[in-house]
């Protein structure tokens, strides 16, 4: 058998786990800063940008999608990579999905507080945003399907399973509760009315906690558990059938 | 609420893919084996060689 060497990319590992630090500091801040709010509702009174309307998305956006975002790409790019017995499919996607992640986030942080939003929950972020994170998905999906077909480990353990699962999920609730008209650079409408709006919305912010949220983490559960007790699942065949439902 | 008929369309047809996908797998042998895989992603064999495949059926402790 031939004996092939090559190199797993941690960098991209670490970036992600820095920024998973960072935002989960800021966004939980953040946060803290609302609670302050509850007790003293003055606290910001006359700083339109630090009001509590405007801060709670933030603080929800950056804990949902720069934290615990930044974490399942960590964890992803960590495990998929060893799981597949190959290095990510493409360096530069894998460069692109931190960067433009990153920019996403920070762009989250200057509009919110402006008051840009689309006022749908969890979705607040404004048309060119929510284009820029269908973009993301894409490239994100685009990795590790590429990466996937590139394995040397021809079983694919049950982790990948979810992470396939996570990449259509949420890209399809994104793109389908994000269709709306731009009137201008910061202002759209939902091409849902009424009641189909209030629908589609929840249809998406409660298949995004089960698939943003839960998803990602049963795969990454699936990988970091067994390895840290460095004794396998009790029934990976379980583990198979449980995926299904 | 006519737009529900639009969200099941989209959510049976995701089903119906990870549905088809799955036995894909199955009649490709991806299940076949339904232990070993559960041992072998805990070998990370850096810097050695490819996975040991099977040949590990020890149980420890």
Redesign the interface.
């Known amino acids: ?1 031939e ?3 090559f190199y797993y990319d941690n960098k991209i590992v670490k970036k992600f786990i820095y920024a998973t630090m960072l935002w989960g500091v800021v966004g939980m801040l953040v946060g803290l800063l609302l609670a302050f709010l509850f007790l003293f509702p003055n606290l910001t009174d006359g700083i339109s940008w630090l009001s509590f309307g405007r801060l709670r998305p933030l603080h929800t956006n950056a804990v949902i999608f720069a934290f615990v975002g930044n974490a399942i790409f960590a964890g992803v790019y960590y495990s998929s990579q ?2 597949l ?1 190959a290095r990510m499919f493409s360096d530069v996607l894998s460069k692109i999905n931190f960067w433009g992640w990153q920019l996403i986030i920070v762009g989250a942080a200057i509009t919110l507080p402006l008051g840009y939003t689309s006022s749908k929950e969890y979705a607040e972020l404004e048309w060119p945003f929510d284009i820029a994170i269908a973009v993301m998905r894409v490239v994100f999906g685009w990795n590790l399907i590429g990466t996937i077909f590139k394995r ?2 021809r ?4 982790a990948i399973w979810f992470y396939i ?1 996570t990449f ?2 949420v890209a ?1 609730l994104h793109i ?1 509760n994000s269709l709306e008209v731009p009137v201008s650079a910061f202002k759209s409408y939902s091409v ?1 009315a009424g ?2 709006d209030a ?2 919305q929840w ?1 998406y912010g409660h298949n995004a906690v089960a698939f943003f949220l839960t998803t990602p983490f049963l795969g990454l559960m699936y ?1 970091f558990i ?2 840290a007790a ?4 009790y029934s ?2 379980l ?2 059938v449980h995926f ?1 439902p | 609420m006519s737009v529900i008929y639009i969200l099941l369309t989209i959510s049976i047809i995701i089903a119906i893919v990870f549905f088809f996908a799955f036995i894909m797998a199955v009649k490709n042998g991806q299940y076949d084996d339904s232990y070993t895989p559960s041992v072998r992603m805990l070998f990370d064999d850096e810097l050695v060689k490819e996975t040991p495949k099977k040949a590990d059926s020890t149980k420890k402790d």
């Not at chain 1, 079983?155 to 049950?158: A, K, P």
Request: proline share 6%; net charge positive.
């Open positions: 058998m004996v092939q060497q060893r799981l017995k040397r480990q079983h694919l353990y049950v699962a259509v999920t399809v389908f849902y009641v189909q629908l589609v249809w990988y067994p390895k460095n004794r396998p699942i990976y065949r583990s198979i299904g």
